[in-house]
């Protein structure tokens, strides 16, 4: 069994990741609204390494290889998931416009549900890398809040005391 990697080293390049993807959605938002798409590529990486990280916390050995998020997140501890769905939820409940989100378009809230957002999102590094070249089937697919994926994740991977003084603030 090979040893497991350091959830120290994976943890710091997650949150390198967020980092990036927090500075490309302010870049997003003015005239550079092309940095969308390399944003979500970033979040892509970021969800995948907070999940191999939780699951090297959880487990103490290697994680599983692979990019589907929802295998990643289905491997970890129920503690974990569980921690995870709630700081989701949370998130989702503090935001002024999803909070109403029934209200202002109801079709989206589908997308506000971890579970049904985990799925859509599962393998976005696989098939939304290169969003000039969608397959048919991934343009008519449910999208999702990458950034509510990461920051849930991101919340839960935090609170664990083993990386106390790692992440920024």
């Given at each position: 069994m090979p040893k497991p990697p350091d959830y120290r080293?994976?943890?710091q390049l997650a949150e390198h990741y967020s980092e990036a993807s927090r500075l490309l959605e302010e870049q997003a938002k003015g005239k550079e609204w092309g940095c969308?798409?390399?944003?979500?590529?970033?979040?892509?990486f970021a969800v995948e390494l907070y999940l191999k990280c939780l699951y090297v916390l959880d487990r103490n050995k290697a994680h599983p290889y692979g990019h589907d998020w929802e295998k990643l997140f289905n491997k970890l501890l129920p503690q974990t998931k569980t921690a995870i769905c709630d700081a989701f939820e949370r998130i989702v409940r503090s935001d002024p416009v999803l909070s109403h989100l029934d209200v202002i378009n109801p079709e989206a809230l589908k997308l506000t549900d971890f579970n049904r957002s985990?799925?859509?999102?599962?393998?976005?590094?696989?098939?939304?890398r290169y969003l000039y070249d969608l397959q048919p089937e991934v343009l008519k697919s449910?999208?999702?809040?990458a950034h509510l994926l990461r920051e849930a994740i991101r919340k839960v991977?935090?609170?664990?005391?083993?990386?106390?003084?790692?992440?920024?603030?």
């Open positions: 080293e994976i943890y969308s798409a390399p944003k979500l590529f970033v979040d892509s985990l799925k859509a999102a599962k393998d976005t590094f696989e098939k939304r449910e999208w999702f809040y991977t935090r609170m664990d005391v083993r990386l106390a003084g790692l992440s920024k603030p």
